[in-house]
């Protein structure tokens, strides 16, 4: 109890100077004075990093930047303070006299500091790589040696810390950790990201961290072949992101998870995952999203054998991507109510021709939007239902077409079971032609239906 004031004194202490801060920058854009704009604001940004407040930091070292480019570029102010400085007849150095590309320098290094401290690794490094070139030249070992201080900084967040070792590391946060997991896991070293992501687990104080941390956690295990593993960390971060108000990191999260469940066979869990995530997107006013997550989940329903819901939900995408609109996502919806009138209710003559009107429209739309695997994928399913309604030629003529788009795809994806699928029908086909009385084998003219995502990555 006794200890409550003490904890809160820094923080008013803290708050109040950089209340001063902004005022005493105020008075000096009232006076005008571009040495003491600039020493001001670097005042400010300083005051909000010591405060805690790193992104208003950074967003106050941008401003201040983004002013001494302004003053450098009208030459006035190195004009005016060298000639004061080397001018026996002028006035002696002032205050104001300051060295505008020093303080840039100084801006760039306190702002690198702040981005490591959030966790923005890239921004920093970059940050770090500009300030370099004006470090040069004896006076200025201290800056240097500042700079090389927050690169190690940056390398030590690479490494786990255990929190009982007595580490010599410097206090990183767990922020700073999760992004150099997040960095190590796009570099390829999966070991590496997992074991840091661990330590950013043990060393988070919020669930938002947390959620991150598992995230990253979770990739790191399944990319190093572990999937087993990674799904019930994939779970615990999309409990996490929904607890800690990230609703959108959260639906962006469920599609994979959710088709991983899927694989495994907890269908059920996978469904409440993707009816979970199509509310966070709702929550989040992500529309975009929510429409690509009803088109999973209808995707999904059908693969469980659960039309009539999957046909909801695919209906209910269309309206959204209608609303929107979004020629592309209105398009995967349309699909997936093709694929299911194909599938399940292609017996009915009617059914099967509005199946056959919708898979010609997703695939023009589809090549106008340049997705020209998805066309591939409408000619695929066609010519399965064509093959189904005894309709040989013209099934014949879809999975020509189908083939050829598949075999001249730039940066294909894995086809390999799509051209394999192609060329069985086909030679099938030659064989039905030359013999027409014998009836097709029950293996032919199968749909993919909704596990055939024809290299949809975003599943």
């Keep these: 109890m006794g200890g409550e004031p003490e904890d809160q004194e820094p923080d008013d202490a803290r708050a109040a100077q950089v209340t001063a801060a902004r005022d005493h920058l105020e008075a000096a854009r009232q006076d005008g004075s571009i040495g003491s704009i600039a020493r001001a604001q670097a005042v400010l940004a300083a005051a909000y990093a010591l405060a805690g407040q790193h992104e208003d930091s950074v967003s106050e070292y941008d401003a201040l930047l983004d002013y001494l480019s302004i003053a450098n570029a009208e030459g006035s102010q190195e004009h005016q303070r060298w000639t004061r400085i080397m001018s026996p007849s002028a006035p002696r150095p002032g205050p104001d006299d300051i060295d505008l590309n020093l303080l840039a320098t100084v801006a760039v290094i306190h702002k690198a500091e702040s981005l490591i401290l959030l966790g923005r690794r890239e921004q920093a490094r970059a940050a770090l790589d500009l300030a370099e070139q004006g470090c040069r030249g004896l006076t200025k070992r201290g800056i240097r040696r500042h700079v090389r201080a927050l690169r190690q900084r940056l390398e030590d967040a690479r490494q786990p810390v255990a929190a009982d070792t007595g580490s010599s ?11 150099a997991a997040d960095d190590l896991l796009g570099e390829g070293r999966h070991d590496e990201a997992a074991l840091v992501a661990l330590s950013a687990i043990a060393r988070s104080d919020g669930v938002s961290t947390r959620a991150r941390a598992r995230h990253v956690l979770g990739m790191a295990l399944e990319e190093a072949g572990r999937t087993a593993d990674a799904i019930p960390v994939l779970d615990a971060a999309f409990d996490d992101y929904l607890t800690s108000g990230q609703p959108q990191q959260a639906a962006e999260l469920a599609g994979s998870l959710a088709w991983k469940l899927t694989d495994i066979g907890r269908r059920e869990g996978a469904v409440a995952t993707m009816r979970k995530a199509v509310q966070a997107a709702r ?13 999973d989940l209808g995707s999904m329903l059908d693969n469980h054998g659960e039309q009539d819901p999957a046909m909801r939900s695919f209906d209910d995408a269309l309206s959204v991507a209608e609303g929107l609109p979004d020629a592309e996502l209105a398009a995967n919806a349309r699909h997936g109510v093709a694929v299911l009138l194909a599938n399940h209710r292609g017996a009915d003559p009617e059914q099967a021709v509005e199946a056959l009107s919708l898979l010609d429209r997703c695939r023009a739309e589809y090549l106008q939007a340049g997705i020209e695997d998805r066309a591939a994928g409408c000619d ?74 024809h290299g949809d990555a975003a599943t």
């Design 283 to 295: 929550a989040a006013a992500d529309e975009r999203l929510r429409a690509r997550l009803l088109v």
């Design 169 to 179: 590391q410097p206090d990183l946060t767990a922020e700073e950790q999760v992004a």
């Design 380 to 453: 695929h399913e066609a010519a399965a239902l064509l093959g189904r309604l005894g309709s040989f030629e013209a099934a014949r003529a879809r999975y020509v077409r189908a083939l050829d788009t598949y075999q001249h795809l730039p940066n294909q994806p894995d086809l390999s079971d799509e051209k394999d699928d192609c060329h069985r029908n086909l030679a099938a086909l030659r064989h039905l032609s030359e013999a027409p009385d014998i009836s097709p084998a029950q293996e032919l003219f199968l749909s993919g239906g909704h596990s055939m995502r």
